[in-house]
């Protein structure tokens, strides 16, 4: 017996076929869907065209169902007259017929437009290209084209939300959220300032999505940036019982005081930021800003002069030195002051030579070449930069800096500055410069707690060889404590056990070795075999609670280390069942950033929304599509 669905005015469609000549074909045809974007003909049902109402079991081959719905509930229609003549829908005419803006394949290709824009930043004006409208006309001819308000007002937001309850989930699942943030402002003077999130979730892998960007109207004091960052805990339900918020930031007094106003602890200080600072006062020493300045101007004159970068390049070839373009520096980012000198120093014999010609020599008369003695004194200046240069580099490309790396890599900085004999008292004085400026970032103790106790979480550095005996111990212990103390706080919560003491608690325990290395990159570069490894362990037996979380921290702590360059988070995931205790810990600690560079690359990502756009977008919408751009998974 055939049943009757409801309808839904927004299926399609599709005609039946000639040589179905019965008159009630008028009336009906077969529901359409869609399965992985295919279109699928549905030829087992049917739907009236005037109530849309479904009619099951047609695959009978008999109308009977059909001229009975029409005589039960549109009896005005006559089916005793047949027509004149049968007509169907072509193929071509059946293009003619637009898609419902509400049927399923509209919709999905609405979504996939409001994808292609938010994605790949193109501007909303695209649906008027008629290149972009040839497109979609030949993949779809019967798809109607939004308006460029209705992408703007509908499908985006739409997506937004959609995309946002997905990162609301995500961070509600975290054990600890860290945040890093930091302001910009645009081409159109527009001051912004954006948050980003960062947890691990439970298949060890960092996330980063990126909170917000919203514009900032007034002065950026303390006071107003504190307001933002607590809306920003409020709207996104970043609180945890017993837990504080990390941050990093840069190094500005108004973000350090606002993030202490907000409660978030601890603040970090970017280290590439503050490697930036250290940086520029070893730059800043009289004489080295002084030959600084010089190669400024020889370099400025050659990228202003297109006659005098032509036989720059000539010279090039004829001395056979690598075709590169001189680098001109920004004097507020050292390492562009690096990558001058160095350039300038490979490219001198064809600068010296260019500089002679007589063409170029007469409108080069205000420069002073340097002499063999400033050649060697910026040689040895560079060779102690190198290590800073090689640590920025790697802030900045590695695409997870936690901040266990803070101090592994802070005492390799200050050990390369130690004076040696034969050092120059130029290089003495550009290394103390440095070191002063170094040592005085991240001093606090309760930071420095936090930083040791992270690095020793850190399977690469856990060994914490920048530190005597009795304050490598004091770190575990303090994890021990931790450990103990969070134990003690469940089992009070959750009513669990009937004594006190935590030593009627048993578990067994077991542990297993690391990875081996893998390969040899900048970190390995770094810190060479310093982290050196130790003899693994392995144990399995029944103890008291305090005796098991002390036997699983001596455990991990004779596990041989991995190699620097191997990813840490890969090796917890391995081993978190053999340290279900520290691996709580890690997850919570490694999530912690050791820069505010995932805050930095908005910025950019920013500017080319705001150029694509080619108009002027309200601070909603920017804020949007950065969301939509750094937090849409395909």
């Known amino acids: 017996m055939a049943t009757a669905d409801a309808g839904d005015p927004s299926t399609e469609l599709e005609p039946p076929p ?10 009906f045809g077969f529901p359409v869907s869609y399965v992985d974007n295919v279109r699928v003909v549905d030829k087992k049902n049917t739907v009236c065209k005037l109530c849309y109402v479904r009619i099951s079991h047609y695959s009978t081959g008999s109308t009977t169902n059909m001229a009975g719905h029409l005589r039960r509930h549109h009896k005005n229609i006559d089916l005793s007259v047949k027509p004149t003549s049968v007509t169907q829908t072509t193929l071509p005419s059946s293009f003619g017929i637009k898609l419902p803006s509400n049927s399923t394949r509209a919709k999905a290709i609405t979504s996939a437009v409001g994808v292609f824009i938010a994605v790949d930043m193109q501007p909303y004006s695209v649906v008027e290209n008629s290149g972009f409208r040839h497109l979609i006309s030949v993949l779809e001819p019967r798809y109607e084209i939004p308006s460029r308000a209705h992408l703007t007002a509908t499908v985006i937001p739409s997506m937004y939300n959609n995309v946002k309850e997905k990162v609301i ?72 019982q017993n837990a504080t918020i990390p941050v990093t930031t840069d190094n500005a007094k108004n973000i350090v005081n606002a993030s202490h106003a907000a409660g978030l602890s601890p603040h970090i200080g970017c280290f590439a930021h503050t490697v930036n600072l250290a940086s520029q006062k070893g730059l800043g020493v009289n004489q080295i800003s002084r030959l600084l300045g010089r190669v400024r101007r020889v370099v400025t004159f050659f990228h202003r002069s297109t006659t005098a970068a032509a036989v720059l390049k000539s ?47 007469k409108n080069a008369k205000d420069l002073i070449t340097l002499s063999d003695q400033d050649v060697t004194v910026l040689e040895d200046v560079c060779q102690v930069l190198k290590p800073l240069k090689t640590v920025t580099t790697l802030m900045s490309s590695e695409q997870q800096p936690t901040v266990s790396m803070v101090m592994p890599l802070q005492h390799t900085i200050l050990t390369s500055l130690k004076h040696r004999d034969t050092d120059s008292t130029i290089v003495k004085d550009v290394k103390s410069a440095i070191e002063a400026n170094f040592e005085e970032r991240y ?17 690469r550095f856990k060994t914490l060889p920048h530190l ?21 706080t469940q089992s009070h919560a959750s009513g669990e056990g009937s004594s006190q003491n935590p030593a009627e608690d048993t578990v067994t325990v077991a542990t297993s070795g690391g990875s081996p290395p893998t390969k040899r990159t900048a970190l390995s570069e770094l810190f060479g075999d310093f982290f050196s490894t130790a003899s693994t362990a392995s144990s399995s037996e029944t103890k008291p609670w305090p005796d098991v979380v002390k036997d699983e921290i001596q455990l991990y702590k004779m596990v041989k280390v991995i190699s620097v360059d191997s990813n840490p988070l890969k090796w917890w995931k391995d081993n978190e069942n053999q340290y279900p205790n520290l691996s709580k810990l890690a997850k919570r600690y490694l999530a912690v950033q050791a820069t505010s560079v995932a805050s930095e690359r908005v910025f950019s990502t920013a500017g080319d929304i705001v150029t694509s756009q080619r108009a002027a977008l309200s601070t909603e919408n920017v804020d949007i599509l950065i969301f939509l751009k750094k937090n849409m998974k395909l």
């Open 18 to 27: 000639l040589s179905l000549k019965s008159p009630v074909w008028k009336y």
């Open 443 to 459: 001093s606090d103790p309760r930071l420095q707690q936090f930083l040791n106790e992270s690095t020793a979480l850190d399977p």
């Open 315 to 361: 010279k090039q070839d004829m001395l056979q030195l690598p075709p590169h373009t001189l680098v001109q520096d920004v004097i507020t980012r050292w390492n562009s002051s690096y990558d001058m000198i160095t350039r300038y120093l490979e490219q001198q014999a064809a600068i010296y030579s260019a500089l002679a010609e007589k063409d170029i020599k």
């Open 169 to 240: 989930e995500g961070l509600s699942s975290a054990h600890l959220v860290a945040l890093t943030t930091d302001c910009w402002t645009s081409r159109a003077t527009q001051s912004f300032m954006t948050v980003t999130a960062h947890y691990i979730n439970d298949d060890w892998e960092i996330q980063n999505p990126v909170l917000q960007t919203r514009p900032i109207y007034e002065a950026h004091t303390s006071e107003l940036l504190a307001e933002v960052l607590r809306e920003v805990v409020l709207e996104w339900k970043l609180n945890r």
């Open 468 to 488: 005597d005996d009795i304050s490598r111990n004091e770190i575990f212990n303090c994890l021990e404590e931790k450990i103990l103390q969070e134990h003690s």
